[in-house]
């Protein structure tokens, strides 16, 4: 049984938006989701597919920093996709020990059939907002973001918008 002070406290809990943040990404990423599974592929391949085509060329070391993961986890999902030729690594043009990742003309594809499907769900989320909402909730994410972590993500981003105030 729980105490009264407790609960209390539990009560100052933003319970709502926790929830909605957890129920918007399940239903943000749901849609690709299903689209993906018609490849026996999961969200850790839309994560790396997603990044290696909106940065042709990245190297393993620097997708491994955006994704946050292991070498061992990133290594089973991208031989899934160089086997499906979605993905192909090509040598380092200076070091040929380095691996830089590209996508193929069908995982180009891909990518962005999958961005298409984001893209109408946030059409459709915002079309219900008073104009300039966008703006409003592109600050909303970033401060959603470690302030340390912010400026690289910026760069990666590649917004045409100034979300630095």
Do not use: C
Request: proline share 3%.
């Amino acid at each position: 049984m729980k105490d009264s002070t407790a609960q209390s406290d539990e009560i100052d809990l933003p319970y709502d938006l926790i929830e909605l943040l957890f129920f918007a990404y399940r239903e943000f990423t749901g849609d690709p989701d299903d689209v993906l599974a018609e490849y026996d592929f999961g969200r850790a391949h839309h994560r790396v597919l997603h990044f290696v085509d909106r940065n042709p060329g990245i190297m393993v070391t620097d997708l491994l920093g955006i994704l946050r993961i292991t070498k061992q986890s990133l290594g089973r999902v991208l031989k899934q996709l160089v086997d499906a030729e979605i993905i192909e690594q090509r040598e380092g043009h200076h070091d040929r020990r380095q691996r830089l990742l590209y996508t193929t003309e069908r995982g180009h594809a891909l990518a962005v059939d999958l961005t298409k499907l984001q893209q109408k769900r946030l059409e459709r989320a915002l079309i219900e907002l008073p104009d300039g909402s966008d703006e409003i909730i592109r600050k909303f994410l970033l401060q959603m973001i470690d302030p340390d972590a912010r400026a690289d993500i910026l760069k990666l981003v590649r917004s045409a918008y100034d979300l630095s105030d």
